[in-house]
Nanobody, 117 residues
């Protein structure tokens, strides 16, 4: 069964950087699409970035140029490098894994990112 364990969240000043990690257990990581979502208080969960099994990436307009998503197949881990952080980036960040059929979706527990001004 797929389990996702996130780490790397914390408190950082505006302009700083954080690197989030999502370690996946299971045998389907290499053929799965991975994504990072975030949810701020009072707002809907939104897509931040995604990476396909083939390595294609996409980003929300609000983070493009500042965030980078990557994956390490040998470690079954997906990363989100966040640079030039802004207070509006404050949210709980969630890792999501989607199977090849699109029918199996797994979420991580979420990790808090707080950016102070």
């Amino acid at each position: 069964q797929v389990q996702l364990v996130e780490s790397g969240g914390g408190l950082v000043q505006a302009g700083g950087s954080l690197r989030l990690s999502c370690a996946a257990s299971g045998s389907t990581f290499s053929i799965s699409s991975m994504a990072w979502y975030r949810q701020a208080p009072g707002k809907q969960r939104e897509l931040v970035a995604y990476i396909t099994s083939g390595g294609s990436t996409g980003y929300a307009g609000s983070v493009e140029g500042r965030f980078t998503i990557s994956r390490d197949a040998a470690k079954n881990t997906v990363y989100l490098q966040m640079n030039s952080l802004k207070p509006e980036d404050t949210a709980v960040y969630y890792c999501r894994q989607t199977g090849v059929t699109g029918r199996e979706v797994h979420w991580g527990q979420g990790t808090q990112v707080t950016v102070s001004s």
